[in-house]
């Protein structure tokens, strides 16, 4: 199962990006069987987690991000999705998208897609 992040892209600051991972390749119960969480990596940064949601929908945010981000999913389209708002230039980063038990699925976690906001 390959991990496929789109949507990233250059934005001014106050503009939107809606983000895509699809789990390519996952039957559905391998996709409902895990928790799904948007990562952020910056250079010199540990990689933030930004929101997740686990397989029964709670979902939390980092507080850098609540407010203007909403993480959701489509069992049936096997897909993560980041609707991304007011993006702020702090919000820069390489985003990726990870599963809770991609280990044990040996999920290919992919490159993740690039996310820049200019001021």
């Known amino acids: 199962v390959q991990l496929q992040a789109s949507g990233g892209g250059l934005v001014q600051a106050g503009g939107s990006l809606r983000l895509s991972c699809v789990a390519a390749?996952?039957?559905?119960?391998?996709?409902?069987?895990?928790?799904w969480g948007w990562y952020r990596q910056t250079p010199g940064q540990q990689r933030e987690l930004v929101a997740s949601?686990?397989?029964?929908?709670?979902?939390t945010y980092a507080d850098t991000v609540k407010g203007r981000f909403t993480i959701s999913t489509n069992k049936s389209k096997k897909t993560v999705y980041l609707q991304m708002n007011d993006l702020k230039p702090e919000d820069t980063g390489l985003y990726f998208c990870?599963?809770?038990?991609?280990?044990?699925?040996?999920?290919?976690r992919g490159r993740g897609t690039l996310v820049t906001v200019s001021s």
């Open positions: 949601i686990t397989n029964d929908g709670r979902i």
């Open positions: 990870d599963a809770s038990r991609a280990d044990y699925y040996q999920f290919n």
């Open positions: 390749g996952a039957i559905f119960s391998t996709f409902t069987d895990n928790d």
